[in-house]
């Protein structure tokens, strides 16, 4: 099998080749060769080198294409050069033992564990049949014992799965199901790093579902596993984690039918690297945590969880935080889930659609306006009991997607709102000191002024004023 090159990574690769001393071997191995395979085009290249220090050899390589040089690992001679375009990253790795087929037998999966020696010769080493499980569209470990021995590669088989829509080989998916617990052993960040990638998957409700099936899903969020007491009723088809998971797959068929405008915000980054796309997703699996604590059967047997959306986003904010999830990332996810109802309960309110309260909405929610209404048309979507009818289903939709293109013409049309009095002027006028009171007042202001009760700074005063105490 051949490799076509661009022009600069063969430049890169011809530059990394004459650095090599004569008794040197030089492989690549990794994603770009997985990649390569199946046609998908990606800018790093991952080296082994054996025979030669690889972390000198970086340093080289750095100086002679003024590249930037990074120790990653000292112990493991491990070193990454971020190219001078910014764009393109190298690593170089020492060879484990000094032997290539040593180093791919520890590696996690099959299908990464495909090589090309550059160096001396230039040939491709396939010893775990990584290319036959690529064209058949299969995930299989190459051993439990390197399973076990790095529990995040339970997490990496749903992630692959999830990212290039394969299968999962029966016996890979019954050592995850066997050792799913030992995740537990593995730092939350480097967890937290293979769950966003899983959700930037455009099919990670089929994984999700996998999961749950493991039981890892209910290890990474025991706030899940309290769902699967709540069975279906006259609003939910399905039980409640069920529509949970089935909340994210219609939301992933939302965001294919999308229009331009909704893609491109969801396909940029929140922070960290981390896009929207897979924040959303995730907060549409999470969104009815506060369920279980706010179940209800009334006499008629209707089932209630009453105030579950505000509920589920407090209950969310400890364990997030614990996942290492960004301050950023936390309140996003959080804000999705505490007004996922909001648009919906709207839409029933004000079938006349009315700008005032429409707009009031898109003022409150800002820039998570088109992600909450992704969500609330997933959860509709998701819930179709006997008491739904196709109607109920269809006029709801049809509100929140025309809420959706109202937003777009709000954005370029309307003018940000005013700030009548900064929190200065509040505590000089009220006579209090900067805290958590005068905090309330700055958002109780902003609130008047979303619901147009409040319009100038003279009508802001009077309001401070009366809601002072």
């Given at each position: ?24 071997e ?5 994603g770009?060769?997985?990649d ?19 972390i ?7 100086d ?28 170089f790795?020492?060879?484990?033992n ?14 990464n ?61 019954e ?15 480097r ?27 209910y290890?990474?969020?025991d ?23 089935e ?63 505000a ?46 309260p ?8 800002e ?14 979507l998701?819930a ?5 009818t ?24 309307s ?50 004023k009366?809601?002072?105490?």
């Open positions: 099998m051949n490799f076509d090159f661009n022009d600069f990574n063969k430049a890169a690769i011809d530059n990394v080749i004459s650095l090599l001393n004569k008794k040197s030089l492989y690549l191995v990794g770009f060769l997985r390569k395979i199946l046609g998908k085009e990606t800018l790093d290249l991952d080296f082994v080198v054996k025979g030669q220090d690889a000198e050899l970086a340093r080289d390589f750095a002679k294409t003024n590249g930037y040089f990074i120790l990653l690992d000292n112990e493991h001679e491990i070193a990454r050069v971020v190219a001078e375009d910014k764009f393109h990253y190298f690593d790795a020492r060879c484990e000094d032997d290539i087929e040593h180093d791919l037998k520890r590696r996690d999966l099959t299908i564990a495909i090589c090309m020696e550059l160096y001396p010769e230039n040939k491709i080493i396939d010893k775990f049949n990584g290319i036959e499980d690529l064209k058949n569209k299969q995930i299989k470990i190459i051993s439990e014992k390197n399973l076990t021995d790095d529990p995040l590669r339970i997490l990496r088989v749903f992630r692959f799965a999830s990212l290039l829509n394969f299968d999962i080989e029966q016996n890979t998916f050592l995850a199901q066997k050792h799913h617990k030992l995740i537990h052993n593995v730092a939350e960040e967890i937290l790093t293979e769950l966003l990638k899983l959700f930037e998957g455009e099919n990670s409700a089929k994984t999700i579902k996998m999961m749950k099936e493991t039981g890892l899903l290890e990474l969020f706030l899940l596993e309290k769902e699967v007491k709540i069975p279906p009723n006259t609003h939910h088809h399905l039980p409640l984690i069920d529509h949970s998971i909340t994210v797959h219609q939301v992933e068929i939302k965001i294919q039918e999308a229009p331009d405008f909704v893609k491109e915000k969801l396909n940029s980054y929140q922070t960290n690297g981390v896009k929207y796309l897979s924040l959303l997703k995730l907060a549409c699996l999470l969104h009815d945590v506060g369920k279980p604590t706010t179940w209800t059967i009334e006499e008629n047997g209707r089932h209630r969880f009453i105030n579950h959306d509920v589920g986003a407090e209950l969310l904010k400890p364990d997030l935080k614990k996942m290492k999830f960004s301050k950023a990332q936390i309140k996003y996810i959080t804000t999705l889930v505490r007004n996922h109802i909001y648009p919906s309960q709207l839409a029933r309110e004000n079938e006349e659609a009315n700008e005032k429409v707009h009031r909405m898109f003022r409150k929610l820039d998570c306006t088109i992600d909450v209404l992704l969500l609330a048309m997933a959860d509709r998701s179709q009991g006997e008491a739904v196709k109607e109920m289903t269809k006029n709801n939709l049809k509100a929140l997607t025309k809420y959706l293109y109202m937003y777009k013409d709000f954005c370029e049309t003018k940000p709102l005013p700030k009548l009095l900064d929190g200065n002027e509040i505590s000089e006028i009220l006579n209090i000191k900067k805290g958590i009171r005068l905090g309330e007042i700055i958002k109780e202001l902003n609130n008047a002024q979303l619901s147009g009760e409040v319009n100038t700074k003279e009508e802001a005063i009077i309001y401070i009366s809601i002072k105490e």
